[in-house]
């Protein structure tokens, strides 16, 4: 069982940074891969980027250069960092988690409950 907080959201400008943290609960963090996701009403939750237990990544094409996603298993904590925020952007993020790394959102097991982002214009 893994239970996941997120945090760090909030109200950004365009071109502007945030650092968004998926605290997990569980002893066997490390063995997971995580994921995060963003939701905006009326459309489906979208995957963002994904790190697994040896720390490979993946990134979907629209964040590709501007966020990072890391781990630090000592703290039982993934972070996404977010530069270069746009608009479109906007969202709440979710973090996710499963022993396998996966890009479809039904892959997962365990789910946080959300953090808002918005990005300014």
């Known amino acids: 069982q893994v239970q996941l907080v997120e945090s760090g959201g909030g109200l950004v400008q365009a071109g502007g940074s945030l650092r968004l943290s998926c605290a997990a609960s569980g002893r066997t963090f490390s063995s997971y891969a995580i994921a995060w996701f963003r939701q905006v009403p009326g459309k489906e939750r979208e995957f963002v980027a994904a790190?697994?237990?040896?720390?490979?990544?993946y990134y979907a094409d629209s964040v590709k250069g501007r966020f990072t996603i890391s781990r630090d298993n000592a703290k039982n904590t993934v972070y996404l960092q977010m530069n270069g925020l746009k608009p479109e952007d906007t969202a709440v993020y979710y973090c996710a988690a499963r022993l396998r790394l996966s890009v479809t959102r039904n892959d997962y097991d365990y789910w946080g409950q959300g953090t808002q982002v918005t990005v300014s214009s």
């Open positions: 790190i697994n237990w040896v720390y490979g990544t």
